[in-house]
């Protein structure tokens, strides 16, 4: 069965550090993966997307790594702002039609 | 502007009774997904459509339906079946990239 593990499951950091979230997945064969942040009662906005050649990708204070062969994603937040506090899902594509396969989120907390 | 439009954005049910929210797309994509929010949880899968008039059970589809008569709307009813109809619903559409509706919630009262 295609999973999606995502840790840790929340987080509470300081405005200003900078955090990792992990994503890791069995789903296969794979097509590319996704980071999104998603605000309580909102629908998720994309972050990030990666396909199977790519090992990194920025977006801002975001960068997302991805490692194919042990089937491993990370979310690096820089500089954290209080803004940023809001869940982050993983989520994955296989090639096999159009499934989605979701993580359960992280849910960051930045405190001032 | 294309997108993703669901309403109403708050529902209340009373228990026994069915309802259904409304998820209408014009990205002219084939594939649509409606999907589970419990607080605090991740987003699981209740049912999808690759294409109209086709549509598949996913991982929490007791006490729901849904209907693909058309490319652009994929409603879903939750019926007095699902004894725990309460939580955020979401629906989604795909055409090459992923796009996510604003989200309905559902209070049962």
């Known amino acids: 069965k295609n999973q999606v593990e995502q840790s840790p499951q929340s987080l509470i950091i300081l405005e200003g550090k900078n955090c990792t979230l992990q994503?890791?997945?069995?789903?296969?064969?794979?097509?590319?993966l996704r980071w999104y942040k998603q605000d309580t009662g909102r629908g998720p906005v994309s972050l990030t997307i990666m396909t199977f050649s790519e090992n990194t990708k920025s977006n801002g204070r975001y960068t997302a790594t991805l490692d194919a062969d042990t089937k491993q994603s990370s979310l690096h937040i820089t500089a954290s702002q209080l803004s940023d506090s809001a869940s982050y899902i993983c989520v994955v594509r296989g090639n096999a039609g159009n499934m989605l396969t979701f993580g359960g989120g992280t849910r960051l907390m930045v405190k001032p | 502007d294309g997108g993703i439009t669901q309403s109403p954005k708050y529902l209340f049910r009373k228990e026994g009774q069915n309802v259904t929210l409304s998820c209408e797309q014009n990205?002219?994509?084939?594939?649509m997904y409606w999907y589970r929010q419990d607080p605090g949880q991740g987003l699981r899968l209740i049912y999808y459509s690759q294409i109209v008039n086709d549509f598949q059970k996913g991982d929490i589809a007791e006490g729901y339906s849904v209907s693909r008569e058309k490319k652009e709307s994929f409603p879903l009813t939750v019926t007095s079946a699902q004894k725990n109809p309460t939580a955020f619903y979401l629906c989604?559409?795909?055409?090459?990239?992923?796009?996510f509706g604003e989200g309905s919630w559902l209070t049962v009262v």
């Open positions: 989604a559409s795909w055409g090459g990239s992923i796009y």
């Open positions: 994503c890791n997945y069995t789903v296969s064969p794979f097509s590319n």
């Open positions: 990205l002219n994509h084939d594939a």
